[in-house]
Each structure stands twice: as C-alpha cells, then as structure tokens.
C-alpha cells in the first residue's frame, strides 16, 4: 500500500466520492455517511436495494457514540469485542440520514481491527463499510478483482493491502436487553452469550 492512498481517500470521501478500503475481514465501498449522493451512488453500483441499510465502521467508540445510541448491552460488547469482526445493531443517532439505514431507527456499526481502516476513518469520520462487490455476489479478495466489478469513473480510489479473504463479521443487534444474532461469522454466538 502507497501512503498516499489514505491521502487520496481522505480528500476523495470530503469530495463525496466513492473508495475502496481494506477492513479486517473484506474490502469494503465506503463513503461519507453524510453524503446522500454518494449514498445512493453506492446502492446503485452495488445493485443493492434501498431496503437493505449500510453498515458504517467508525475508528473508536468516541466516534461511535456520535452515530449509536448504546445500550448497557452495546456498551458491554463494545468493550469486549471493538476492534474487531462485529457489527453491534443499535439505535441510530437522529442525524444520521435515513437512506444510510433504510428508513429503520436502527445502525449496523463496527470498528475494524485494521490498521488502515482506523487510520483513514480517523481522518474520514464515519464511513459506509458495504462489501465491495455486486448485492448477492461473493465478495471479491482483491483490488484487481474489485477493478473488474466497477467503473473507474465511479470509485475515486481503491487502497491495495493484498487478499483479504476473512469470514464477515457477526452481525448482533444490541437495542435490547438480550442479544440477537442476525448473522454468525467470526465471532461466535456461544462467545457473545458467554458473556451474560
């Protein structure tokens, strides 16, 4: 990876455009969760429907609090498992835009435990962290491959860190007092219900 990547990512995602970055399991399509346009850009690159909310990696849990209402459950799993392959389901912060999560009252959030993921959202601030490739397809490994899917005038830049290959992160909602796993990946259910 050239450090200018994060560079150009950064000043791109300002510009509302579209980037490719590596997060600790795949490679995902991010851009600025305020950005309605680039939004709906990535919805349509993806061929994903409007129903389905985007899921938003942020850089810690100061910058997570400013998107996520947390739950003493959220806050407890939190703890446990950021940085790392989860995505908590919590109730949405009342700026977040309602195309971001599909109308719902909810945001799927996670912070990555890569290195540059949490480099560039520092410097970025929330970003969608959608899996870089077509709604229903597997996920591509790499940026070459990735180059392939999407047209070069729609994604501004792709950060280049090799195969990432990983199983996708569990995905829990955390707006109650139990939790509810909605997708079983790295993390498994037996650990998070070890934790009650």
């Known amino acids: 990876m050239d450090t200018n990547d994060i560079v150009h990512?950064?000043?791109?995602?300002?510009?509302?455009?579209?980037?490719?970055y590596p997060t600790d399991t795949l490679y995902a399509l991010g851009a600025n969760v305020s950005q309605k346009k680039a939004?709906?850009?990535?919805?349509?690159?993806?061929?994903r429907p409007k129903s389905l909310p985007l899921p938003v990696a942020v850089s810690d849990k100061h910058m997570l609090s400013k998107v996520a209402i947390l739950s003493p459950l959220a806050k407890k799993l939190a703890h446990t498992f950021f940085p790392g392959k989860i995505t908590l389901v919590c109730r949405k912060k009342q700026d977040i835009p309602s195309i971001v999560t599909a109308g719902k009252d909810t945001i799927a959030v996670r912070i990555p435990?890569?290195?540059?993921?949490?480099?560039?959202?520092?410097?970025?601030?929330?970003?969608?962290?959608?899996?870089?490739?077509i709604?229903?397809?597997?996920?591509?490994?790499?940026?070459?491959?990735?180059?392939?899917l999407f047209k070069p005038e729609i994604v501004e830049v792709y950060i280049d860190d090799g195969i990432r290959q990983g199983k996708p992160s569990t995905i829990v909602d955390v707006t109650e007092s139990q939790p509810v796993i909605l997708r079983e990946g790295s993390i498994s259910k037996k650990m998070i219900l070890e934790l009650e």
């Not at 990512?9 to 490719?20: C, N, P, S, Y």
């Not at 939004?39 to 061929?47: D, S």
């Not at 709604?135 to 392939?148: D, G, N, Q």
Request: charged share 25%.
């Open 39 to 47: 939004i709906t850009a990535i919805f349509q690159l993806k061929q």
């Open 9 to 20: 990512a950064v000043e791109a995602v300002r510009k509302g455009k579209l980037i490719v």
């Open 135 to 148: 709604h229903k397809m597997k996920p591509a490994a790499t940026v070459s491959e990735i180059r392939k």
């Open 113 to 133: 435990d890569d290195q540059i993921a949490l480099t560039l959202l520092k410097k970025t601030g929330p970003l969608v962290a959608t899996s870089a490739n």
